[in-house]
């Protein structure tokens, strides 16, 4: 009598494009994960697949931020360019907080919400000398 073969859902069912399971192919992406407490923030940049919770595990930490200026008024931000540059030539999308600060560091093209911020800053900054005059 020959052996009942049981087939598995995720063995028959492939994405419309064909190739490996869901898992397989979802979607990666570089975004902050907010650690710290509630009035000290410091986030990790990190590879997670697009559709988790930020609090869920992830592929690889490749950096992080602390956007508190510290007693020398810096805020420090650290990147491992070799791991990003290895999962953006995979075809990871950044988000744009993340790509701000990869073009602030100069590893990418300045990304247009930083002189759209920077004008802003200027024109607050003219409204508030005239205002001290």
Not at 55 to 68: A, K, N
Not at 75 to 93: S, T
Not at 99 to 109: K, N, R, T, V
Request: with cysteine; aromatic share 10%.
């Amino acid at each position: 009598m020959a052996a009942k073969r049981i087939i598995h859902w995720r063995n028959v069912i492939k994405p419309a494009s064909g190739g490996a399971s869901y898992k397989d192919d979802s979607k990666k992406i570089i975004r902050f994960v907010r650690m710290g407490c509630a009035n000290r923030p410091f986030f990790h940049i990190v590879v997670a697949e697009q559709r988790t919770d930020q609090h869920m595990p992830v592929i690889e930490q490749v950096g992080s931020y602390d956007p508190l200026p510290n007693e020398r008024n810096q805020k420090l931000v650290a990147f491992n360019f070799e791991r990003i540059q290895h999962w953006l030539a995979r075809g990871v999308n950044l988000t744009d907080p993340v790509a701000e600060l990869l073009g602030l560091s100069g590893y990418l093209p300045i990304h247009p919400r930083t002189y759209m911020t920077a004008w802003r800053n200027r024109i607050k900054a003219k409204e508030e000398s005239k205002e001290k005059n």
